[in-house]
């Protein structure tokens, strides 16, 4: 441990392997250290052995559940949008080779107390129970507008300027009703909250554009997922690190952010042994008041609630489907910010064959978190299994520029990957000074 | 027609045994003698023809370096059809650290995996510190293969890939004609492939023009 560094990263969460690896392409020197003795940190995928370990201190998996290494439990429930900013830095980076995918089967939302596919082709809307008759005509008109939009030819605007318009005067236009307005911005959008609908229409309609193209790609959802589960992503950056000489240790305490006595990032401390390097970047986990480290320097944003349920059958109403997004938009059931579930299995290769892991999520807004979910839990059917998380979202009070000290996010509440890619982009830009550029890579014909 | 088959091949020991060297005179029938520790290849592909017509197609994983401090992703093991444990014959302390390895194996890789043990650097016998008589008497106590090489002569190298690919098709359930391994081609892939997205959704974007 007496070399010097170029950077050293903490927590192999994706963030930071998806940096660690692009940084050691670009030819730093990465050293990659994990206070846990498995890769993945927050976004991790555990074995029954881990998960009963993490949550369950005093309690063996149930025999019930089946074979140990069978396991591969999501810790954050998110999904790949097939067209999404993940998939361009998995192609670009080939890590797609250590990586099988497989599609999510169906993405459904809730409306007026049960769930409904989420339409995926005009067949599909036009016997979509969604919308009534008359709504399906006025959606197809939007649709239309939305697919047929040209920045450059102010025929297809129909008066209408994305910039300057809200998405709420875009859908008065279009006479779309308020459940309808609920599965589009909420379950197509991907927003969280309402707050979208009284600014600029652009990044909504960036948003629907992503997921109908997503949606186009492989014909059932607009995700995708890796075999063996999430925590495959990081393993895979982590590789990627470690073949362009990335040095990688685990099950390391970090005692100690060193700093000179103008505050700037000198060393890592574990034990005796002191680390230099240039920059630092880390999980917030790293930088907390509770940390090893001691000095605060993330404050929190929220809370999220996550419930990982373990069940013995699909999700009900949803035709058996082995895996699936439901989406109970805020408005449905009276709250501020939607509550998402998330389902895999056996499928997947993440749990033991005719088991379903479904994680039930949502942002805290009272102090009963676990109350908040009870919808999403309601649609579940029985529950062999639950464990319940809640985890503060923690930002960095600093760009790190001052310091060289430069903090990722936590894992927030939306249901797929862009604000982790948009977080690599931010750390990037801030640690190497210019905005990270993924080079169109030439891309192997495999007929 | 010849039967052909692909599997995935992990490499395991301590740092400095020769792995990547092993390997490199397998793939490319090279040595060098001041190699620096492994930098830039996801993994390395390798054929060995066989006297019944039969094609092994190996899918070479090195440790990239993770093993110097127990830093093996779950990842690495995955899928993997046969390992490589490699000790130093000049280094007792090396078939300890080839030990805890076959130990890790045998509880994160598949049972049916096929363990070649493998006592590198035998053109350096007269600093030897570990007998063929003891590696030989433990991996017979294991059930694992075990041969003597050296990477810089190239002796006995072909000849433990060899007895490998001998070994597997037989015991390979017929299922896996391409191996369960994720190979570099999309070939025996299952899921949905990426990389051919790209390309189909570029030309989906010529159409709309």
Not at chain 1, 52 to 65: E, H, M, N, S
Not at chain 1, 75 to 96: M, N, Q, R, Y
Not at chain 1, 263 to 268: Q, S, T
Not at chain 1, 362 to 373: A, G, L, N, S
Request: proline content about 4%.
């Amino acid at each position: 441990m007496d070399e010097e560094y170029d950077v050293i990263v903490l927590g192999t969460g994706l963030t930071e392997c998806i940096l660690s690896g692009l940084l050691s392409v670009e030819g730093k020197k990465v050293l990659h250290m994990d206070r846990n003795d498995y890769y993945g940190g927050d976004s991790a995928s555990l074995n029954l052995t881990q998960l009963y370990r993490k949550f369950r201190k005093d309690q063996a998996p149930p025999t019930g559940l089946g074979r140990d290494r069978d396991y591969a439990v999501d810790l954050i429930p998110k999904f790949i949008i097939a067209s999404g900013e993940l998939t361009k830095i998995l192609v670009h980076t080939d890590v797609t080779r250590y990586l099988e995918f497989k599609q999510i089967a169906g993405s459904f939302v809730y409306r007026d107390g049960r769930i409904s596919k989420v339409p995926s082709t005009e067949m599909e809307a036009v016997r979509s129970p969604l919308m009534g008759l008359f709504e399906k005509r006025r959606a197809k008109k939007f649709f239309e507008f939305l697919q047929n939009w040209r920045d450059e030819d102010s025929a297809t605007h129909q008066g209408i300027n994305l910039d300057k318009d809200t998405m709420k005067d875009v859908y008065e236009k279009f006479g779309l009703e308020p459940g309808t307005q609920d599965f589009i911005g909420h379950a197509m959008a991907l927003y969280l909250d309402d707050d979208y609908i009284t600014k600029a229409a652009r990044p909504a309609y960036e948003r629907i554009v992503l997921y109908t193209s997503s949606m186009a790609r492989y014909g059932k959802s607009p995700y995708i997922y890796p075999l063996y589960g999430l925590g495959e992503l990081p393993q895979a950056f982590a590789r990627l690190s470690a073949i362009y000489g990335g040095t990688y240790m685990l099950d390391k305490p970090i005692d100690e952010i060193v700093t000179d006595s103008d505050g700037k990032f000198v060393g890592v401390r574990s034990g005796s042994e002191t680390v230099k390097a240039k920059q630092v970047i880390g999980d917030p986990s790293y930088f907390g008041s509770s940390s090893e480290s001691g000095k605060l320097r993330v404050v929190d944003d929220g809370m999220v609630v996550r419930a990982i349920c373990i069940l013995k059958h699909p999700i009900p109403g949803t035709d058996d489907s082995d895996s699936v997004q439901i989406i109970i938009p805020q408005n449905q059931v009276q709250r501020k910010h939607d509550i998402y579930i998330a389902t895999v299995s056996s499928t997947h290769n993440v749990c033991a064959k005719d088991i379903y892991v479904a994680i039930v999520s949502t942002i805290v807004e009272t102090d009963r978190p676990e109350q908040e979910i009870a919808p999403g839990l309601q649609l579940l059917g029985p529950i062999y299994e639950k464990f319940v998380t809640v985890s503060s979202i923690y930002t960095p009070i600093a760009d790190g520029r001052a310091d060289n000290i430069f903090i990722t996010r936590s894992y927030d509440a939306t249901s797929h990957f862009e604000t982790v890619v948009d977080d690599v982009h931010d750390v990037w830009k801030r640690v190497v000074g210019k905005d990270l550029v993924l080079k169109k890579r030439e891309v192997e014909v495999t007929e | 027609m010849s039967k052909q088959f692909q599997f995935k091949l992990v490499l395991l020991g301590e740092s400095a045994v020769g792995k990547s060297s092993l390997v490199l005179r397998f793939v490319k029938d090279q040595f060098d003698d001041y190699r620096e520790s492994t930098i830039g290849a996801a993994f390395l592909t390798q054929t060995v023809n066989l006297e019944d017509g039969t094609t092994v197609k190996f899918e070479i994983w090195d440790t990239a370096g993770q093993e110097r401090y127990k830093s093996l992703a779950p990842m690495y093991y995955r899928n993997a059809n046969c390992a490589v444990v490699v000790y130093d014959i000049t280094q007792s302390a090396s078939l300890e650290k080839a030990r805890n390895w076959i130990r890790e194996l045998q509880r994160q890789a598949d049972p049916s995996i096929v363990i070649a043990l493998c006592g590198n650097k035998s053109d350096l016998a007269v600093r030897r510190q570990v007998s063929q008589e003891e590696a030989q008497k433990y991996a017979q106590e294991e059930g694992l293969m075990w041969a003597e090489t050296s990477a810089k002569t190239g002796d006995g190298v072909a000849d433990i890939f060899t007895r490998i690919a001998k070994k597997l098709p037989t015991m390979a359930p017929p299922a896996s004609r391409s191996g369960p391994g994720r190979a570099g081609t999309s070939a025996g892939r299952t899921g949905v492939d990426l990389n051919k997205q790209q390309r189909s959704i570029t030309s989906g974007d010529q159409c709309n023009c």
